[in-house]
Nanobody
Framework: QVRVVESGGGLVQAGGSLRLSCEVF????????MGWFRQAPGKERELIAR????????YYEDSVKDRFAIYRENAKNSVYLEMNSLKPEDTAVYYC?????????????WGQGTQVTVSS
């Protein structure tokens, strides 16, 4: 049984920073690309950052590029999202997931997510 557990969200003022963590249980972590997604109220869940298994390739959605950084520690089955210069429009529930092969399609192992709220 694969479990994904996200943590680190909270309430922060615009311009502030947060670091999100995600740990995967029940599945060999190495070999999988990982992605961070977010879902704002009334919107669909979107991929905002992706990292391949060796950390040699990263992808960022345009709205978070140069503000967010994704990295991983395979020995800890964990992936992180460092978020800086936060804006009110970053308010959302953030999720991580394993990715299918080299695609941007996530597996079906959604966790409960972690809420990030950015006040203006």
């Amino acid at each position: 049984q694969v479990r994904v557990v996200e943590s680190g969200g909270g309430l922060v003022q615009a311009g502030g920073s947060l670091r999100l963590s995600c740990e995967v249980f029940g599945r060999t972590f190495g070999g999988y690309a990982m992605g961070w997604f977010r879902q704002a109220p009334g919107k669909e869940r979107e991929l905002i950052a992706r990292i391949n298994w060796s950390s040699s390739i990263t992808y960022y959605e345009d709205s978070v590029k140069d503000r967010f950084a994704i990295y991983r520690e395979n020995a800890k089955n964990s992936v992180y999202l460092e978020m800086n210069s936060l804006k009110p429009e970053d308010t959302a529930v953030y999720y991580c997931n394993l990715m299918r092969g080299t695609s941007n399609i996530p597996e079906d192992f959604w966790g409960q997510g972690t809420q990030v709220t950015v006040s203006s």
